[in-house]
């Protein structure tokens, strides 16, 4: 497995959250993950993940143990990426 990098959502102010977690993920490489953890289900967020980053990214529930939320969320190698879209 390539890099895992940990994100705690809950040490984050709320009002800056959402900005600092797209700007992790654009940092990552094909085939990184990071491994998100959060003290709800962000169900909007993940919403507007797939909307950016569609077959890029792939999302993955670790945990779901109330207020101890944790999510891989993985960027696929660019192989990937070209398949997916030319699959549409």
């Known amino acids: 497995m ?3 990098y940990a994100f705690d959502a ?3 102010a709320k009002r800056f959250r959402h900005a600092a977690i797209f ?7 094909p085939g990184e ?3 998100f953890k959060n003290d709800h289900n962000p169900l909007p ?6 909307a ?8 993955q529930y670790v945990s779901r143990e109330p207020g101890a939320i944790v999510i ?3 960027m696929n190698s660019l ?3 070209i398949f997916a879209t030319k699959g549409k």
Request: hydrophobic share 40%.
């Open 45 to 50: 967020l993940l919403d507007q993940l797939v």
């Open 2 to 4: 390539d890099g895992v």
């Open 72 to 74: 891989d969320l993985r």
């Open 33 to 35: 993950t990071m491994r």
């Open 79 to 81: 192989e990937k990426q």
């Open 23 to 29: 700007g992790a993920l654009d940092a990552l490489h």
């Open 52 to 59: 950016k980053y569609g077959s890029s990214i792939n999302v």
């Open 10 to 12: 809950r040490g984050v």
